[in-house]
């Protein structure tokens, strides 16, 4: 995603782009507003981005057949149940994820399973692809995929880390906060982040009636 917003800021595309990673959120958009999807990111949720790699990369790198391999997400979203389902995540020809579990029906299958994690062997956990960056561990978080992207868009227009993002609340919408990061290149950045549907409607409004002009949001 930001390298996709260095493109699109530098060559006029569609602002303000949107993060897609939230399946409950395209929906609501596709379904109210349908004006604002060419906004949204052309990036794959992170779990899709994984089953994509496992049918594709992975089966090639290890010699199996992509047909053999079941890619299973345990996420806290039943959204993502039917995010897995849809059929533009069959690029490679299989679908990237086959079966989504929420975090209760697998703690519920482990309970009914008699597995008590405390009495078991410590083992070396598997590490298919190496290790995880910081901007991984604060993905999860509300604004964690804003400022994991912008990031990477800062340390690549200017060669430096990018020392925190300083989120403010916006004047009026409890739920929604945004900065601007200045970033050698391109300019000023204005970014928003919008906590849950009621929120992003409310940003979404403010951006039609143009009170609102950002480059970057996450919803």
């Known amino acids: 995603e930001g390298s996709e917003l260095i493109r ?5 595309g569609t602002l303000p782009m949107i993060t897609s990673c939230s399946p409950g959120w395209i929906k609501f958009a596709e379904h109210f507003y349908p004006e604002f999807l060419p906004n949204l990111s052309t990036c794959k949720s992170p779990h899709q981005m ?17 047909a053999s391999i079941v890619v299973v997400s345990v996420m806290p979203c039943t959204a993502k149940k039917f995010e897995c389902a849809r059929p533009e995540m069959r690029d490679s020809g299989y679908q ?10 697998l703690a ?8 008590d994690f405390r009495s078991l062997p410590d083992e070396t956990y598997d590490n298919p692809l190496g290790e995880y960056t910081g901007a991984a561990t604060i993905f999860g978080a509300t604004g964690g995929v804003m400022e994991a992207a912008l990031r990477t868009v ?4 200017t060669g430096k880390e990018l020392a ?4 403010t609340m916006v004047r009026g919408l409890d739920g929604v906060k945004e900065a601007t990061i200045p970033i050698d290149g391109i300019g000023d950045v204005k970014v928003a982040v919008a906590h849950g549907l009621g929120n992003a409607r409310k940003l979404l409004e403010k951006i039609k009636s143009g009170e609102g002009v950002y480059h970057f949001i996450e919803v």
């Open 8 to 12: 699109r800021v530098r060559e006029g």
């Open 108 to 115: 519920r299958m482990i309970r009914e399973g008699g597995i």
């Open 50 to 66: 994984l089953g994509a790699l496992i049918k594709t990369y992975y089966a090639e790198k290890e010699n199996i057949d992509p």
């Open 164 to 167: 925190s993002l300083d989120l």
């Open 154 to 157: 800062y340390e690549i227009l």
């Open 96 to 105: 990237d994820v086959d079966y989504v579990l929420t975090t209760r029906e």
